[in-house]
């Protein structure tokens, strides 16, 4: 994924992503142009980053069974006192 520089009303999955990547954000338009320019250039890295991406957002899911989870044990551990 390339994205930026404004990234803030999704900061938490961009930076998960970007993490997994160890690259993606951009500052300007010519920044998104020549990183785009060097991934159809190179077809392999631009899939094995696409696999990074996709395990960063993955990280990012589940997030209805954590609190589930969270509130099932607060309300089981309020019920036994």
Same mark, same amino acid.
């Given at each position: 994924?390339?994205?930026?520089?404004? $990234?803030?009303? /999704? *900061?938490? +999955?961009?930076?998960?992503?970007?993490?997994? &990547?160890?690259?993606?954000? @951009?500052? /300007? !338009? %010519?920044?998104?142009?020549? +990183?785009?320019? &060097?991934?159809? #250039?190179?077809? #392999?890295?631009? *899939? &094995?980053?696409?696999?990074? %991406? *996709? &395990?960063? *957002? %993955? !990280?990012?899911?589940? +997030? @209805?069974?954590?609190?589930?989870? #969270? @509130? /099932? %044990?607060?309300? $089981? !551990?309020? #019920? +036994?006192?």
């Amino acid at each position: 994924m390339l994205a930026g520089p404004h $990234t803030y009303n /999704s *900061a938490t +999955a961009y930076e998960a992503i970007f993490n997994a &990547q160890g690259t993606g954000r @951009v500052n /300007s !338009s %010519a920044d998104i142009v020549g +990183a785009a320019d &060097q991934l159809l #250039a190179d077809p #392999a890295r631009a *899939a &094995q980053l696409g696999d990074l %991406a *996709a &395990q960063g *957002a %993955a !990280s990012l899911g589940g +997030a @209805v069974d954590k609190t589930f989870q #969270a @509130v /099932s %044990a607060l309300l $089981t !551990s309020h #019920a +036994a006192t």
